[in-house]
């Protein structure tokens, strides 16, 4: 059995946090704007490694500018981001056979994804995705709060820190969010 083939127990596997901003939510014409990571060992639940970046958009003509705004893209802000076939070539070295996490992640994998296609980009995460809305919903299902299911609100009542419009557009960041994210993982799942 080769190296790629042998099976390794997802509890050996380290964790890929990832969140992203985008100019829009349209899978097929919008791209991404920022990437924030965080490598988890799996077991101990610890950091291994961050990884932040800002993307040079190539088609800001068809962003959405509420995506921009939430994002809060501006040229000044964005001068030094770097194209996203090396970002995703970092992201892929970063994490070898990494399951992949995050707030909504199957979002931030389907944009990832296309990304790694098109650059022809290849990878080795695990296809299994954690997603921490559905931890959430578990936690949460027969309590009074939160009303949604969104990462402000939840951070709220678990007394996570987090920017106080988050739920509102305001606030939002690839590394602040992919922080925040983890810190609900490992209070939902009661880890220390």
Known sequence: MSAKEEKINFRDRDILFVDLETTG????????LE??????NGRL??????????VRPMHLE????????ISKYSEVEWRDAKPLE???KDIAKLAPNAMVAGWKVDFDWYFLEKGFKKYN???????????????AYYYFRDKKEPAELRLGSVCRTLEIP???????????????????????FKKLTGAK
Do not use: P, Q
Not at 25 to 32: C, P, V
Not at 62 to 69: F, K
Not at 124 to 132: G, K, T
Not at 162 to 184: P, R, S, Y
């Open 25 to 32: 939510l349209d899978f097929e014409k919008h791209e991404i």
């Open 35 to 40: 990437v924030g990571c965080l490598l988890v």
């Open 86 to 88: 090396k970002i995703l």
């Open 121 to 135: 980009i290849k990878h080795s995460f695990d296809y299994h995705l954690i997603d921490c809305i559905s931890i």
């Open 162 to 184: 987090i920017h106080e419009k988050h739920g509102e557009g305001e606030g939002h960041g690839a590394m602040t969010d992919i922080l925040a994210t983890f810190e609900v």
């Open 45 to 54: 639940l610890s950091i291994k490694e961050k990884y932040y970046a800002k």
């Open 62 to 69: 068809i962003a959405s500018e509420e995506a921009l705004r």
